[in-house]
Nanobody, 127 residues
Framework: QVQLVESGGGLVQAGGSLRLSCAAS????????VGWFRQAPGKEREVVAA????????YYTDSVNGRFTISKYNAKNTVYLQMNSMKPEDTAVYYC????????????????????WGQGTQVTVSS
């Protein structure tokens, strides 16, 4: 079992930055692909970014590519999502998720490919 806890959400103005953290306990992250998802009111949960077990591959959805950066620190059992140049449409509850895998991050773009989920953290971007 892997327990995930997100933190770092909050209110930010458009153009600003936030860094989300996903801390794992239980089994370590070292053999897990980790993804960040978000869900806005009335919308489906969508992938934002994913990173492979060793950080060797990453995936970003088009709308955040070039603005967001995912990073993984196995020694700290933590994954970060650095969000820059934020837009009001980034407003959502952000979730981190994990699955034991040694495949490329690009293979994990949908929620049903993950086994473990955090409780989510709210991110609000004001215009």
């Amino acid at each position: 079992q892997v327990q995930l806890v997100e933190s770092g959400g909050g209110l930010v103005q458009a153009g600003g930055s936030l860094r989300l953290s996903c801390a794992a306990s239980g089994r370590t992250f070292s053999s897990n692909t980790v993804g960040w998802f978000r869900q806005a009111p009335g919308k489906e949960r969508e992938v934002v970014a994913a990173i492979s077990w060793n950080g060797g591959s990453t995936y970003y959805t088009d709308s955040v590519n070039g603005r967001f950066t995912i990073s993984k620190y196995n020694a700290k059992n933590t994954v970060y999502l650095q969000m820059n140049s934020m837009k009001p449409e980034d407003t959502a509850v952000y979730y981190c998720a994990a699955v034991r895998s040694f495949y490329s991050a690009g293979n994990f773009r949908t929620a049903n490919t993950y086994d473990y989920w955090g409780q989510g953290t709210q991110v609000t971007v004001s215009s």
